[in-house]
Structure formats: C-alpha cells, structure tokens
C-alpha cells in the first residue's frame, strides 16, 4: 500500500480525495515535478526546485513551501515509501475555488506528492535502442512551464504509442523542439548538439546534466538549432529524462539512425551518467 503526501498529511493512497471544485482539476491550473530518488537520494533536488520555482513563477503563484519544507516532506515521502529505486510526482494547484477563470483572491494552494517504483528498462532498450515518429509540435508557446495541463502532450505520445514506438519527436516550423515526455539530443561526427533553451522546449534536468558531464569529460557538445533534416541525417540521435535518463534512437518513422543500432557516443555517455550517479549515492549525504 502506498503512502501519498496531499496538503500537510500523509496517508495511503486509496484515502487521498481532492474537491471537484480544485481548479487543478476544473482548469489544469497547476504545475508539477518528477524527482528520481536512489536509494533514499534526490537526484539533482536544488534543480528540480528551481525549475519548479521557475514554472510557479510563470503561472504567478505562489511557493507554499521553502526548499527545506520541500526536502523534509520529500525524504519522508520516500522514508514511507522505500524502494531502491522511486519517481517522486509532487504538484501544486491554485486551490479550491468557485470556477471562474480570473485568479481566486483567496484559494489556497493545494500540495500533492507520491512515489512509485521506477520501472527497471528491459536489457533490448539498451542493445538495440528504441524508435520514435515525428509529429507536427501544435502545443501552446509556453512550453518551458512544467504546467499539470498535459493534453496535447498525451494526444502526441499516443500517436508514438499506436505506431509500436517509445517517443514522438516534435518539430516545429521545420526544427526539433523536443520529444513528447523528452529532451532531444544529436551527434555529428562525434559532436553532441541539442536544440536551446526556448519558450517550445521544458528545460529537462537530464538534459542539461548529460551536457554538463560532456564538457566535464572533453567531450564535444553544444546547444543548436536542429532542423528536421539534420534529425535524419544523424550519426546518432537520443532522448533524455528523469526516469528514462539516455536512450539511443535507432528509427525514426521506419528509417535506421546512422546505422541502426546504439552509437559509439551514446555508450560513453551512458558509462559517464551511470559512474556520475554511483558516486553520489556513495557520499554520506545525498
């Protein structure tokens, strides 16, 4: 049975209700995180609470809780939920209100937060990397607000889903934005590239750690426009997250990526993130 953290209590899951009347469910008036934790770590905490401070500024409402009130909460979450492995989801709404679209003078803010395993990758992921489509990127223009109103991310990824592959690859006005629930990320000739922050693309935790390590370890990197022609003519093309961290693209829409199978560079990478991870995990305090 889990246990869910929702507006200052703790609980198990099956017990959490919110009002039919939160504008989280009536509006999509909210924003969200997801936080890895390993073995009882947060992986990368002080930058998922800035971006979430980011996104809760851009929708104009207010923190409820300081970076430590959020640390406390989260490792207690965790400490009820223990599993070597967890995707912390935690959300913010503007709270309980009469429905109406202007901003309620006095609502609340609602908190939600729950972990669930992480779902170990099949072995195949990783020898033969996944395939992707392209879709026509026909999201509104503020992307980079990790906002709880997903829909038109839904509709993108299921159209990857009902064609048998793991992401849609969005492309707008002819260049790469990112993926449905991804960052996008290129090589040429051993060069690294992913497309720039921007008002179309979240900035991914993952991905600017994968850039972070490249430049730590001399490898070849940089942000980029990337235009649909470029996505094709790729030695190697990848996607980042939270939770997936770095798969290989080996197709996309029925045509192999370089030649059809993980990269050279992917590997490296993946050696790189993998002993960056261990080793924050093997400091006394994460």
């Known amino acids: 049975m889990s246990v869910v953290y929702l507006n200052g209590e703790f609980m198990p899951a099956e017990k959490a209700t919110v009002s039919v009347f ?4 009536l509006l999509g008036d909210g924003v969200y995180e997801v936080i890895p934790a390993f073995s009882g770590c947060l992986f990368r905490l002080t930058e998922h609470l800035e971006r979430l401070q980011n996104s809760l500024d851009a929708i104009r409402l207010e923190n409820p809780f300081s970076s430590d009130q959020w640390e406390d909460m989260l490792k207690q979450l965790i400490a009820e939920n223990m599993s070597p492995e967890l995707s912390i989801y935690l959300q913010v709404t503007r709270g309980v209100a009469v429905r109406d679209h202007a901003f309620p003078a006095d609502a609340k803010p609602s908190i939600f937060a729950m972990a669930n395993p992480i779902q170990k990758l099949a072995e195949s992921y990783f020898k033969n990397g996944v395939g992707a489509i392209t879709a026509v990127d026909n999201r509104w223009q503020r992307c980079n607000i990790k906002a709880i109103s997903l829909l038109p991310n839904v509709l993108l990824r299921q159209q990857a889903v009902e064609q048998g592959v793991a992401e849609a690859i969005l492309i707008r006005d002819g260049n790469v934005t990112e993926g449905s629930a991804s960052n996008v990320f290129v090589v040429f000739n051993g060069k690294i590239l992913t497309p720039p922050k921007g008002q179309y693309i979240l900035p991914g935790i993952t991905r600017d750690l994968v850039l972070e390590l490249a430049n730590v370890n001399n490898m070849e990197c940089g942000e980029e426009t990337i235009t649909q022609d470029m996505l094709f003519s790729a030695d190697e093309v990848w996607l980042t997250s939270s939770t997936k961290e770095v798969l290989s693209v080996t197709k996309i829409d ?33």
């Open 254 to 286: 029925d045509k192999p990526v370089g030649q059809g199978k993980p990269g050279p560079v992917w590997q490296r990478m993946v050696d790189i993130y993998r002993e960056y991870k261990n080793s924050l995990l093997e400091q006394p305090r994460c």
């Open 22 to 25: 939160d504008r989280g469910f």
